[in-house]
Structures are given as structure tokens and as C-alpha cells.
């Protein structure tokens, strides 16, 4: 099988390396939830966005063992939350929520306003640990691994991804299975499978996060420029993948 897929030179893929393509997905994500045995819970934190609708298609066409959810923060887009319709309509399949605790929420607006997190690195890290890790955690509590779309292209801080890593905060197994496909990939993936994607996508929004600290990006700027735009792009995590600023890959399934 294949594994040295590219993009052809005007980004677009023939049918034959997206079959290929779509083969070795799935075979890493069928190998993966078997890795954790018949009593392990392998769960895939989806962000609704481009990436994480592919995943959602292969895992549900699949009918892979692999729960999906979602970390609703109270802050989506309208489009993002409306995702959630379009999975249930095209796949039959409830994606879960996870939001965050609302006396947690309640106390930072009280503390800081409600839109504190322009006003800090610090205070945006606060809102996000409300608002998504806190939320993670509950989700993960019974899981023994899980899934997300980070893919190395998409930032600096992503550029050493590798398909296995080790979530230290948690004990368990993190994978990230489209870690070496491109953005071109994605596309023509989602495209000719007919995947329904983020209508935010064909507005200049490449990374889809809250709407206050999410906004659409210039030709020519990295994929994550609009995510928390006004700080500096070598801090732009928000909790949930800490090892993208560590880079410490641990070998718990072996990449095909």
C-alpha cells in the first residue's frame, strides 16, 4: 500500500491516490481502536471543523468503535453549532456534547467581563480551561485513548506531530491520524465524498474556534492566523494539546 501520498502540482488529487489515501485512514484508525482491546474506549474530540468532518466521515462510514464529541463552549458560531444537525441528518449519528460547568463561567465573567480574554495571554488561557479543557477532561475520564484532526501543517507549534503521542495529563493514548496529510488533501477528500463542511470555511476561516477569537485569515497567512490573532503564533494552544509545545512523541501504534 502506499504511503508516500502527495498533491499533484495544482493541489488537486486523481480518484485513485484519494482511494489510497482513504485506505491508509482507515486502516490506522481500525488499528488503533483495536490497540485498546474489546474493553477499551477510543473517543474523538471534534471540533466540527474540515479536518474533523473527514475523520467523522471515515470513522461513521466505517462503523468504527469510536465515539465522537464535541466541546460546545457557549461561544461557537451559529454555522459551527449547526454541524451538529448536518452529522445527525447525513450519518444518523448524535454527536456528544461536552459544555462547560456554568458556575465556572458565571465566576470568571463576574471576575474578569465576559470578554477578558483580549486582555491577557493569561486570562484567554482562563477562559479556555473553563470553557474547553475542563470540559475534555470529563469526556476523557473514561476513555483509554483519543483521537484528533491536528494535522503538522497547520502551525508552527504543530510542525512535529506525529501520529502517536501520550496525553501525560490524563495517562492515555492520543492519536492524531491525518498528522502528515496536507491541506490540499483534506480538500479533495471532502470534496469527493461529498462531506457537508463548516459554510465558515468558504468565508477565509481555514481554523474554526469560539467566534470572539476566531476570524477569517489574508491570502498568504498561516492556516491558524485567525485563531487568537492578536497574540504571538508560537503561544496559539489553547490547553487541550500541550505537547504541541513540548513535542515529546511516544510510540504506541506504529504509523502504516
Same mark, same amino acid.
Given at each position: 500500500?502506499?504511503?508516500?501520498?502527495?498533491?499533484?502540482?495544482?493541489?488537486?488529487?486523481?480518484?485513485?491516490?484519494?482511494?489510497?489515501?482513504?485506505?491508509?485512514?482507515?486502516?490506522?484508525? %481500525?488499528?488503533?481502536?483495536?490497540?485498546? !482491546?474489546?474493553q477499551g474506549r477510543v473517543k474523538f474530540a471534534s471540533s466540527l471543523a474540515a479536518e474533523d468532518m473527514l475523520l467523522t466521515h471515515a470513522i461513521l462510514r466505517n462503523q468504527l468503535p469510536i465515539e465522537i464529541f464535541t466541546l460546545n463552549t457557549g461561544r461557537l458560531h451559529d454555522e459551527t453549532v449547526g454541524m451538529l444537525a448536518k452529522v445527525k441528518a447525513r450519518y444518523g449519528y448524535?454527536?456528544?456534547?461536552?459544555?462547560?460547568?456554568?458556575?465556572? /463561567?458565571?465566576?470568571?465573567?463576574?471576575?474578569?467581563?465576559?470578554?477578558?480574554?483580549?486582555?491577557?495571554?493569561?486570562?484567554?488561557?482562563?477562559?479556555?480551561?473553563?470553557?474547553?479543557?475542563?470540559?475534555?477532561?470529563?469526556?476523557?475520564?473514561?476513555?483509554?485513548?483519543?483521537?484528533?484532526?491536528?494535522?503538522?501543517?497547520?502551525? /508552527?507549534?504543530?510542525?512535529?506531530?506525529?501520529?502517536?503521542?501520550?496525553?501525560?495529563?490524563?495517562?492515555?493514548?492520543?492519536?492524531?491520524?491525518?498528522?502528515?496529510? %496536507?491541506?490540499?488533501?483534506?480538500?479533495?477528500?471532502?470534496?469527493?465524498?461529498?462531506?457537508?463542511?463548516?459554510?465558515?470555511?468558504?468565508?477565509?476561516?481555514?481554523?474554526?474556534?469560539?467566534?470572539?477569537?476566531?476570524?477569517?485569515?489574508?491570502? !498568504?497567512?498561516?492556516?491558524?492566523?485567525?485563531?487568537?490573532?492578536?497574540?504571538?503564533?508560537?503561544?496559539?494552544?489553547?490547553?487541550?494539546?500541550?505537547?504541541?509545545?513540548?513535542?515529546?512523541? /511516544? %510510540? /504506541?501504534?506504529?504509523?502504516?
Open positions: 500500500m502506499r504511503n508516500d501520498i502527495s498533491p499533484d502540482r495544482d493541489g488537486t488529487q486523481d480518484a485513485a491516490t484519494l482511494d489510497d489515501l482513504e485506505a491508509v485512514l482507515v486502516e490506522r484508525l %481500525t488499528r488503533i481502536a483495536h490497540a485498546h !482491546g474489546p448524535s454527536i456528544v456534547e461536552y459544555a462547560p460547568r456554568q458556575d465556572d /463561567v458565571e465566576a470568571y465573567v463576574a471576575a474578569h467581563g465576559k470578554n477578558a480574554f483580549y486582555e491577557s495571554v493569561d486570562l484567554r488561557k482562563q477562559c479556555c480551561q473553563i470553557r474547553k479543557v475542563e470540559p475534555l477532561g470529563r469526556a476523557l475520564a473514561d476513555a483509554d485513548a483519543w483521537l484528533t484532526g491536528q494535522r503538522r501543517e497547520q502551525s /508552527v507549534t504543530r510542525g512535529e506531530l506525529s501520529l502517536n503521542e501520550h496525553d501525560d495529563a490524563r495517562g492515555i493514548a492520543k492519536y492524531n491520524p491525518l498528522f502528515d496529510w %496536507t491541506e490540499a488533501q483534506v480538500w479533495a477528500y471532502l470534496t469527493a465524498r461529498d462531506v457537508p463542511v463548516n459554510p465558515l470555511h468558504a468565508r477565509g476561516y481555514p481554523s474554526i474556534g469560539c467566534e470572539p477569537c476566531t476570524r477569517a485569515i489574508k491570502p !498568504g497567512e498561516d492556516s491558524r492566523a485567525g485563531r487568537w490573532w492578536w497574540e504571538s503564533k508560537d503561544s496559539k494552544e489553547c490547553g487541550l494539546h500541550m505537547s504541541n509545545l513540548k513535542s515529546i512523541p /511516544v %510510540t /504506541v501504534v506504529q504509523p502504516h
